[in-house]
């Protein structure tokens, strides 16, 4: 293994014969100035004579044969408020009688322990004294939530141990009451169709900027916000939120600065899924962050491209107009009472990660990105998705990677089992033109040259076999399958209708009564309340029959769906 790849905390996972590295780099927040240029720029990276690609992860130090990350041994010395609570309540010498079951790791289930160790186990602990109560922190938790604040520029944060999914339904609830009107886009992720349900909010859906040869929709533009405004001011309605998906899973970012100013204009709150931009503000060559752009909600996934534990989020508030004592309602109301001390102080160890270097938070990180983005183009009948699919949008995360492979003659699908099979190559998301990567801080040089090596496989065996197609793939599913939907109940009433079960041939043109979606992404082809059409249903017939997963739907077969009984 190569030295540079060292694991960020001390040990590699070997996951089906493919190490995963972790990056040993400590970031800091740093104030930086980053014009439109900037972020729609396409530097050229420069050239190594062979080819490669840098390793981009910093340089550790070696004790007794094991490579220790010199974060690791910083934080030592200094360690973050919430993560020194939990090392210090963990060190008692104490006769514990409470909760969980294995009490600290005493019965911890051999099974497990096999796999991870014992460790996560005696720092799993309850809501003891000395470590504060999520929802009324006064000790280290309060302090982890305002050192963190500081970091993204926010006037409050709080720590999430639901998910971004949690803290889309906290900013929902808090800001539209049953009735409300709430603008967003048909292609938002299906925790903001759950936040309708729970708060009783009635959508106004902005269908997103559609491109056709990627089958992927962009984010909204200020255009298309203002016209929503305007469309409720003619029918004597005002929408009591505006919520944006901005990066979307692609890494399309809206102009946030523009639309925020036109909802504040109204007095209404802007609401952004930044899950996939946790890292955004922290370089030059990123985009700035939705609370630098004038949101008053943003709820980032702090583990995506951020370090913290899977299922750990950060909600961040600036500005006034949304009430915070509502947000602290709607997420006791939402959280767990028996939140995970390991995911909470994770959230705090990824703040202080971010908070070490001034400068050098992700510079190799995008350098590496730009340099194999660079070298793919070159490859034959490879497609990057670039800003000029989408013109009318600021940026694409420069770390986010998309490649099409329609001119191959291969589905996104085909592609993704080929670079399994010749690299061990998992991308992040898989789609019917393309798949996607996500390139972060743990991503190792050595896991980029296998990407690039087997696209270069890749093309080289379809161009020998002679499969090359210059025309569309699979044309014929092509299209946004819920471009033309209307809605006959909002979520929140089909969610409790009456329902019923019907074959798939008899449910067109009945009203939905189930949330279906493909996942990855996430985001829901059929929704509660909408008429069924026939195009939603070929859409879905298709991305099955290619291997997606499809999460809501009852019948996993997709021979019978629930509707609604009017």
Same mark, same amino acid.
């Given at each position: 293994?190569?030295s540079?790849?060292?694991?960020a905390?001390?040990?590699?996972?070997?996951?089906?014969?493919?190490?995963? &590295?972790?990056?040993?780099?400590?970031?800091?927040?740093?104030s930086?100035?980053?014009?439109q240029?900037?972020?729609?720029?396409?530097?050229?990276?420069?050239?190594?004579?062979?080819?490669?690609?840098?390793n981009?992860?910093?340089? !550790?130090?070696t004790i007794?044969?094991?490579?220790? %990350?010199?974060?690791?041994i910083?934080?030592?010395v200094s360690?973050?408020?919430?993560?020194?609570?939990?090392?210090?309540?963990t060190?008692?010498?104490?006769? /514990?009688f409470?909760? %969980?079951?294995?009490?600290?790791?005493?019965?911890?289930?051999?099974?497990?322990t096999?796999?991870i160790g014992?460790?996560? *186990?005696?720092?799993?602990?309850?809501?003891?004294?000395?470590?504060?109560?999520?929802?009324?922190?006064?000790?280290?938790?309060?302090?982890?939530?305002?050192l963190?604040?500081?970091? *993204?520029?926010?006037?409050e944060?709080?720590f999430?141990?639901?998910?971004?999914t949690?803290?889309?339904?906290?900013?929902?609830?808090?800001?539209? /009451? %049953?009735?409300?009107?709430?603008?967003?886009?048909?292609?938002?992720?299906?925790?903001?169709?759950?936040a309708?349900?729970?708060?009783?909010?009635?959508?106004?859906?902005?269908? %997103?900027e559609?491109?056709?040869?990627?089958d992927?929709?962009?984010?909204?533009?200020?255009l298309?916000?203002?016209?929503?405004?305007?469309?409720?001011?003619?029918?004597?309605?005002?929408?009591?939120?505006?919520?944006?998906?901005?990066?979307?899973?692609?890494?399309?970012?809206?102009?946030?600065?523009?639309?925020?100013?036109?909802?504040?204009?109204?007095?209404?709150?802007?609401?952004?899924?930044?899950?996939h931009?946790a890292?955004?503000g922290?370089?030059p060559k990123?985009?700035?962050?939705a609370?630098?752009?004038?949101a008053?909600?943003?709820?980032?996934?702090?583990h995506?491209?951020?370090?913290?534990?899977?299922?750990?989020s950060?909600?961040?508030?600036?500005?006034?107009?949304?009430?915070?004592?509502?947000?602290c309602?709607?997420?006791?109301?939402?959280?767990?009472?028996?939140?995970?001390?390991l995911?909470?102080?994770?959230?705090?160890?990824?703040?202080?990660?971010?908070?070490?270097?001034?400068?050098?938070?992700?510079d190799?990180?995008?350098?590496?990105?730009?340099?194999?983005?660079?070298?793919?183009r070159k490859?034959?009948?490879i497609t990057?998705?670039?800003?000029r699919?989408?013109p009318n949008?600021?940026?694409?995360?420069?770390?986010?990677l998309?490649?099409?492979?329609?001119?191959?003659?291969?589905?996104?699908?085909?592609a993704?089992?080929i670079? *399994?099979?010749?690299?061990?190559?998992?991308?992040?998301?898989v789609?019917?033109?393309s798949?996607?990567?996500?390139?972060?801080?743990?991503?190792?040089?050595?896991?980029?040259?296998r990407l690039?090596?087997?696209?270069?496989?890749?093309?080289?065996?379809?161009?020998?076999s002679?499969?090359?197609?210059?025309?569309?793939w699979?044309?014929?599913?092509?299209?946004?399958?819920?471009?033309?939907?209307?809605?006959?109940?909002?979520?929140?009433?089909?969610? *409790?209708a009456?329902?019923?079960?019907?074959?798939?041939?008899e !449910?067109?043109?009945?009203? &939905?009564?189930e949330?279906?979606?493909?996942?990855?992404?996430?985001?829901?082809?059929m929704?509660?309340?909408?008429?069924?059409?026939?195009?939603?249903?070929?859409?879905?017939?298709?991305?099955?029959?290619?291997?997606?997963?499809?999460?809501?739907? !009852?019948?996993?077969?997709?021979?019978?769906?629930?509707?609604?009984?009017?």
């Open positions: 293994m190569d540079a790849c060292s694991p905390l001390g040990f590699a996972i070997n996951h089906l014969g493919f190490i995963q &590295c972790r990056s040993s780099r400590t970031l800091r927040r740093t930086v100035s980053v014009s240029s900037q972020e729609q720029s396409n530097l050229e990276p420069p050239k190594k004579p062979d080819g490669r690609i840098e981009f992860n910093s340089k !550790s130090v007794d044969k094991t490579v220790i %990350p010199k974060s690791q910083i934080q030592r360690l973050p408020p919430l993560v020194s609570a939990l090392k210090a309540s060190k008692q010498n104490v006769a /514990s409470h909760f %969980p079951g294995h009490n600290r790791g005493q019965a911890a289930p051999p099974s497990l096999q796999l014992a460790a996560p *186990f005696f720092h799993d602990l309850p809501e003891l004294p000395e470590l504060d109560n999520l929802f009324s922190p006064e000790g280290p938790i309060l302090e982890a939530q305002k963190a604040a500081k970091l *993204f520029g926010s006037s944060t709080w999430l141990v639901g998910g971004t949690c803290g889309i339904q906290a900013a929902v609830m808090a800001t539209c /009451s %049953p009735g409300d009107y709430i603008i967003l886009p048909r292609n938002s992720h299906i925790s903001a169709i759950s309708m349900v729970l708060s009783g909010a009635v959508p106004k859906y902005i269908i %997103p559609y491109d056709y040869a990627w992927i929709m962009g984010g909204v533009t200020p298309q916000v203002e016209t929503a405004l305007k469309e409720l001011e003619l029918e004597g309605q005002k929408a009591a939120a505006v919520f944006v998906t901005s990066p979307t899973y692609h890494g399309i970012c809206s102009k946030l600065g523009e639309i925020s100013k036109l909802c504040h204009s109204r007095g209404i709150p802007l609401i952004v899924d930044e899950a931009g890292h955004f922290f370089h990123l985009p700035y962050s609370i630098q752009q004038g008053d909600l943003a709820v980032q996934s702090t995506k491209v951020l370090c913290s534990l899977t299922q750990s950060m909600l961040h508030l600036s500005g006034s107009i949304v009430d915070r004592e509502k947000i309602r709607c997420l006791q109301t939402l959280q767990s009472s028996s939140p995970s001390y995911l909470l102080a994770s959230l705090d160890a990824a703040r202080a990660q971010l908070s070490e270097n001034p400068e050098a938070v992700f190799k990180c995008v350098d590496a990105a730009l340099r194999v983005k660079h070298l793919i490859i034959p009948h990057v998705l670039e800003l699919n989408f949008f600021p940026a694409i995360d420069p770390l986010r998309t490649i099409g492979f329609w001119h191959l003659g291969l589905s996104g699908y085909k993704d089992e670079l *399994f099979k010749d690299q061990g190559v998992i991308p992040e998301l789609g019917t033109q798949i996607t990567c996500a390139i972060n801080l743990g991503t190792c040089g050595d896991h980029l040259q690039v090596t087997g696209i270069k496989n890749l093309s080289a065996k379809a161009i020998s002679k499969i090359l197609n210059t025309e569309r699979a044309e014929d599913i092509n299209q946004a399958p819920f471009a033309y939907m209307t809605m006959a109940m909002s979520p929140r009433e089909a969610f *409790f009456k329902k019923k079960r019907v074959s798939i041939g !449910s067109l043109g009945e009203i &939905c009564g949330l279906i979606c493909p996942y990855p992404p996430g985001i829901p082809v929704i509660p309340g909408e008429i069924i059409t026939e195009r939603a249903l070929n859409y879905l017939l298709q991305v099955r029959h290619n291997g997606d997963v499809i999460s809501g739907a !009852s019948d996993p077969l997709l021979s019978s769906l629930v509707v609604c009984s009017i």
